[in-house]
């Protein structure tokens, strides 16, 4: 048996009249691939938002190795070794990959109160970074709204590489990528699961997707879950109907 | 398959030097502008002609510097002419002893200037505070402060000059090297400070990265808050410090003094290169810009071309630099 990384109980959340979470419990080990499914509106950003600390919820308790954790803001979380890689990457295209994989987190050195950027350090981890992934960018100087969407999403799941030491939460990782792509981040997903050892939630709307990477899926239907499945004893059919409601459960 | 990658290849490198081309079209201008000017117009090939444009960058260029960084931080500070205008005309009449228009308190120069100085600062935190406070717009917060500052400083002496005011004011003007005021110094050790800091300082990358995408600025715990203040408090500091320069220079001041600098240092800039969407931009193409302006005024001052055409020119050239702006997005 893994062990228990992040445990879930009990969470609830309400936007005035409108509940977006209901009584959500749920595990994940580690060294595991979560898919979050539901059709939109079912609360899966609502809760990635609520695990990454973007806001707390209004019932309910988060564990993450045991322990029993409370975000003020997404900087808490991402201390604790939970990276998001947000739906839009949280890019800046007028910058280069450099810059962009250490957004906020810029290696300097003080010198009379000025902090000056250690540039060459920083050129080294990326290169680093892009190398343990195998990613291929041309110049690492150049400025991504000239690399492909691909380039740049590795770019994000980059900064997990580099910095995660716990949870990835993937917000629609391969939403706007090509087939060719899709297929490389997918790979990058696998790999990183494989050789860094570490656990991630992937949100996608394409179960072809969920199936290939994940070990288990979680449905979310109108806040609630309404199924969790190991991925061999499932298939799409079920998820589907999960996450239309065909299958009504039992309460 | 090799000849696709190929061409492919030549494609890009192409592009790259396309972008690299565009990115320093201003440095290309300038060069071309001096060495036609200096072939084609009497008097322009001279030494002091170009000590003269540099010196004449001075206040221009200074304000350049504020409003790049605003822009890149993708803000905008309207208030920077009118900052350096009061700040202007307020230490002329701290200074100011036996003239009537003045404060009569014949203060020392450099007391003013600290006045000035702690003045572009309250301004600049005033802009930043109404900027983030209630989220509005810093074009219209900084468009009122400028039309409010602009209003005292002419109430200040009621519209009034200040002229004649004690040697010691204008020691930064006539204390020269090589006939190179401390004036054009102290400029050129400013652009070295901030460039440095622009290009080589954990606030300098997050100033990119808020006028870049200021929610992956929020999202990976950059405070953004204390960046804005910031810049805008520079950017009050800066005009402040023009504004006292150029009463030092002029050996008094006028309350309208520093009038229509702000459509001269939006030119330099955008002519540099910098983005008005935010995100973009370096000081040494701002520089170039600053100069460019400088070069292509004195050449129109030796050939005696009337004022207004020389609107026209400069209006046409920042056209010019707007529409490079956007010929490099065709280079993606």
């Given amino acids: 048996m893994k062990d228990l990384l992040l445990k879930v109980e009990g969470i609830s959340k309400s936007f005035g009249s409108v509940r977006a979470l209901n009584n ?14 539901g059709d939109n509106g079912a609360g899966k950003s609502t809760l990635i938002k609520i695990l990454s600390g973007n806001f707390p919820p ?9 322990l029993k954790i409370n975000f003020k803001n997404p900087i808490d979380a991402r201390k604790m070794g939970i990276e998001t890689v947000y739906q839009d990457l949280s890019l800046c295209s007028n910058l280069d990959s450099i810059s962009n994989l250490f957004i906020g987190r810029e290696i300097v050195k003080s010198f009379m109160r000025l902090k000056i950027l250690q540039k060459r350090k920083m050129e080294k981890k990326t290169a680093e970074v892009m190398k343990k992934i195998d990613i291929n960018i041309p110049s690492l100087k150049e400025r991504v709204e000239f690399l492909s969407g691909g380039q740049r999403q590795s770019i994000a799941l980059g900064r997990f590489v580099a910095w995660g030491q716990n949870l990835a939460l993937l917000d629609e990782p391969v939403a706007a990528l090509g087939v060719r792509e899709t297929r490389k981040v997918l790979e990058l997903i696998l790999k990183i699961k ?24 979680i449905v979310l239907r109108h806040g609630s879950i309404v199924g969790i499945r190991n991925k061999s004893s499932t298939g799409p059919d079920e998820i589907v109907s999960l996450i239309t409601g065909a299958i009504k459960i039992k309460k | ?9 030549k494609s890009q490198n192409l592009k790259k030097l396309g972008r690299g081309t565009l990115n320093n079209i201003v440095w290309l201008i300038l060069i071309l502008c001096i060495v036609i000017f200096s072939s084609t117009i009497d008097g322009y090939f001279n030494i002091r002609n170009y000590i003269n444009i540099l010196s004449n960058s001075a206040f221009i260029g200074i304000l350049a510097i504020a409003e790049s960084y605003c822009l890149i931080s993708g803000n905008l500070d309207l208030s920077v002419e009118s900052v350096a205008g009061y700040s202007a005309i307020f ?14 308190l014949n203060m020392n120069p450099y007391i003013t200037l600290c006045l000035c100085l702690i003045i572009g600062i309250v301004v600049g935190f005033i802009n930043s505070y109404l900027i983030l406070k209630f989220k509005i717009s810093a074009f219209l917060v900084t468009l009122s402060t400028y039309i409010i500052i602009k209003g005292l400083a002419i109430a200040l002496t009621g519209g009034a000059g200040v002229s004649m005011l004690p040697d010691s004011f204008r020691l930064v003007d006539t204390i020269r090297f090589f006939n190179i005021s401390l004036i054009t110094i102290i400029m050129i050790v400013i652009y070295v400070i901030f460039y440095f800091i622009l290009k080589n300082t954990q606030f300098g990358a997050h100033i990119f990265i808020i006028g870049g995408n200021i929610n992956a600025a929020y999202n990976f715990g950059i405070n953004v808050k ?13 005009s402040a410090l023009t504004g006292w320069l150029m009463t030092a220079r002029a050996n008094g001041a006028s309350p309208t003094m520093a009038s229509g600098f702000l459509f001269e240092v939006l030119a330099a800039v955008v002519l540099g290169g910098v983005s008005l969407q935010g995100g973009v931009g370096s000081l040494t193409g701002v520089f170039a810009g600053v100069l460019l302006l400088s070069s292509i005024r004195s050449a129109l001052n030796i050939m005696a ?26 280079f993606k």
Avoid at chain 1, 58 to 66: A, P, W
Avoid at chain 2, 1 to 9: G, N, P, V
Avoid at chain 2, 93 to 104: D, E, R
Avoid at chain 2, 226 to 238: A, E, H, P, Q, T
């Fill in chain 1, 58 to 66: 209004d019932k309910g308790k988060i564990y993450l190795s045991g």
């Fill in chain 1, 194 to 217: 494989k050789e860094k050892k570490l656990s991630m939630i992937v949100i996608s709307h394409n179960l072809q997707h969920v199936f290939e990477v994940v070990d288990r899926i």
């Fill in chain 2, 91 to 104: 230490s002329a009449w701290l200074a100011g002893g036996t003239l009537y228009s003045s404060s009569g």
């Fill in chain 1, 24 to 37: 959500v419990s749920f595990e994940i080990f580690q060294n595991e691939v979560v898919g979050l499914v």
């Fill in chain 2, 1 to 9: 398959m090799d000849i696709i990658l190929k061409t492919r290849l």
């Fill in chain 2, 305 to 330: 071309i009337s004022p207004f055409i020389t609107e026209v020119i400069r209006g046409s050239l920042v056209l010019f630099a707007i529409i490079i702006d956007s010929v490099k997005r065709l």
């Fill in chain 2, 226 to 238: 204390s960046v804005i203040y910031k810049v805008f408090i520079l950017s009050g500091l800066l």
